[in-house]
């Protein structure tokens, strides 16, 4: 694919930042259909998801120029130290800034405080292991807990996976296996103290509640590598169609909550639905997804991510403003929380990550 066909990807990212920031600034509690569309805004993550498969499996499709030759340890090595890269220096970052902040106490349980080996399992990107750890510094560290455990197989299964057949077999059987695993999981849980931990890793944050969601990235990239929307007439009209009636079934599961809250099946189907939306994309690009606005919000989206869970927190504790009117009051929160956010993020990427990119890359730091 080429790179002007991906023009989409930080647009859609920054939708995706936009709910993430949404629900966990209390957009879930607004009324009406507000509080739904805020409700539904924690699915942003499965947007990241599948956009992050389908980038993951493009770069191991420009890295390694045959797949069954070239894909060896030493290869994958190198890869891996890219795609890590990327994220360690704003990792630890939130990391080290998070803990002296004090951390997410409702993660923590019965542990009460981060403790040595938490911190330890967050530098080691092995935290998505620890239910208790797995969102318990940040507080919203579990998507990256997943990615890296996702960026650690999916050299391999890039090896062996190598048809849209194969693919879709993969979505299918994941998705099966997944379901089953996590049923089961939840109805054996422990009724202790911290029984609500356990229930939220098992349904929600654990890598096999969203393994299938990152299978769907591997499958809509087979899709778009067939170009099949070359000869589809009328782009704009089919690329609409599929768009408005995604979007309308996604809408569709807004009065679903309990399902969609505990049910990974959900994550999933909504999953799907965010495919079917960035193949719209792929066909032509509607303005009102893809502009410079979300496009900005998407570039920085990672650091936002990272960060503005810190900034709510900073937010409630010292600047709460009280106008009388719930939507209002949210509405200043949010902005502030999310100018805050995009703010440091420009910050942080222009002088701390991009100087530790480079250093860590071995690459020489231009003084200019």
């Avoid at 048809?163 to 695993?181: D, E, P, Q, Y």
């Avoid at 087979?222 to 170009?227: C, V, Y």
Wanted: with cysteine; glycine share 8%; hydrophobic share 50%.
């Amino acid at each position: 694919m080429k790179k002007v066909e991906l023009s989409w990807v930080d647009s859609l990212k920054g939708i995706a930042i936009c709910g993430v920031v949404m629900i966990h600034s209390g957009g879930a509690h607004l009324p009406g259909i507000l509080g739904s569309i805020g409700f539904m805004g924690k699915n942003g993550v499965q947007l990241f998801f599948v956009i992050s498969a389908l980038l993951a499996y493009i770069s191991l499709d420009r890295f390694f120029y045959d797949r069954k030759s070239e894909v060896k340890m030493k290869t994958i090595a190198l890869w891996w130290k890219k795609k890590f890269v990327r994220l360690v220096p704003l990792w630890y970052l939130s990391i080290l800034v998070c803990t002296i902040y004090g951390g997410n106490h409702y993660w923590l349980g019965i542990e009460g405080h981060i403790t040595v080996n938490n911190i330890l399992s967050h530098v080691l990107f092995v935290h998505g292991f620890f239910p208790h750890y797995i969102n318990s510094i940040i507080g919203v560290e579990w998507y990256l807990g997943n990615l890296v455990i996702f960026f650690i197989f999916v050299p391999f299964i890039y090896k062996y996976v190598d048809s849209l057949k194969k693919s879709v077999a993969l979505f299918v059987g994941s998705t099966f296996f997944c379901n089953i695993l996590n049923y089961y999981a939840v109805s054996f849980l422990p009724q202790t103290e911290d029984a609500y931990i356990y229930e939220l890793y098992f349904s929600t944050t654990w890598i096999f509640a969203q393994l299938p969601v990152l299978m769907l990235g591997i499958v809509l990239y087979f899709i778009l590598k067939k170009d099949i929307w070359e000869n589809i007439k009328h782009k704009k009209i089919f690329s609409y169609a599929i768009l408005i009636s995604s979007t309308g079934m996604m809408g569709g599961v807004l009065y679903c909550k309990a399902l969609i809250e505990r049910n990974c099946l959900m994550h999933v189907i909504l999953g799907i639905w965010f495919a079917f939306i960035i193949f719209s994309q792929v066909i032509k690009e509607c303005s009102l997804l893809v502009n410079p606005l979300f496009s900005v919000l998407g570039k920085y989206s990672y650091p936002i991510y990272l960060f503005h869970y810190l900034f709510i927190g900073i937010y409630e504790k010292y600047m709460i403003f009280s106008t009388g009117n719930g939507v209002v009051d949210w509405g200043i929160k949010y902005i502030l929380v999310f100018a805050a956010s995009l703010f440091s993020g420009w910050l942080l990427t222009k002088y701390v990550d991009a100087p530790a990119k480079k250093w860590l890359s071995g690459e020489r730091i231009s003084r200019a």
